[in-house]
């Protein structure tokens, strides 16, 4: 796969790192680096970050495909809020910026951070059901949001589902399933909805988050969560940005 070797070729260029974990580690402490020089200090001295970051990676040869699937990657997303949350006295998750990846080619290499001027909100569309046409935004600040039947779950009912996937419809457990967010990286995780939880692709794909190895989907715009009761009712939820 020479397209494959090239791009890693040309992002150890880049990153002036020797093997893969090399160039990766050094990825994170340069994006590490341009998020830590946006943060600013509230009125009380608190540090503060813009709500949402651009970190965007130019290569001047070689395929970004190999540079999207390693920015992309939920893993990699986790690994550099660890980092920033370990340089800030306060620590808070819900602190950090939404950041979104840019992978292009150009004359030169370089790795900036920017603030984003018009950060895109994620939205969920559901369809089908008791709830069918309403909208629900994820909030930016929110790292996990549950997904379930009605406001409420847990045996006292203290647990607040973040997004309302239906109101009555028996076959959606009310505590379904949770989103969880890692930058700009969405990843789906089904809980008491088990197999019943499907996520579905633009182009035909199924994926079954109870199946996987990790127990989670990651879902970008155009994905959809399926939830079922195996005898054809469905209550979907649309992710979309904008």
């Known amino acids: 796969m020479p397209g494959f070797r090239d791009g890693i070729d040309t992002l150890r260029r880049v990153l002036g790192g020797g093997d893969h974990e090399l160039h990766r580690d050094d990825l994170l402490r340069r994006s590490e680096e341009g998020v830590w020089r946006l943060r600013s200090f509230g009125a009380r001295g608190e540090e503060c970050f813009p709500p949402a970051v651009v970190v965007r990676v130019t290569l001047a040869s070689g395929s970004p495909d190999v540079a999207r699937g390693l920015v992309t990657d939920p893993a990699f997303a986790r690994d550099l809020e660890a980092r920033l949350l370990n340089r800030l006295v306060h620590p808070r998750p819900d602190g950090l910026p939404v950041v979104r990846w840019e992978v292009a080619t150009g004359p030169t290499d370089t790795v900036t951070v920017v603030e984003d001027p018009r950060p895109a909100a994620a939205h969920l569309f559901i369809r089908g059901g008791d709830r ?17 039947r009605g406001p409420w779950h847990g045996r006292d009912r203290v647990l607040a589902n973040d997004v309302v ?14 989103l969880i967010r890692s930058g700009a990286v969405l990843e789906v995780e089904s809980r008491d909805q088990g197999e019943c939880l499907q996520v579905l692709r633009p182009d035909g794909a199924r994926i079954r988050p109870a199946r996987t190895a990790s127990g989670r989907v990651r879902i970008g715009p155009g994905d959809t969560l399926a939830f079922d009761d195996g005898e054809g009712h469905q209550v979907l939820l649309v992710l979309e940005e904008g």
């Open 132 to 148: 069918d046409g309403a909208c629900v935004v994820l909030a930016a600040g929110q790292r996990e949001f549950r997904v379930g």
């Open 165 to 178: 996937a239906s109101e009555s419809d028996a076959f959606v457990s009310r505590a379904a399933a949770l």
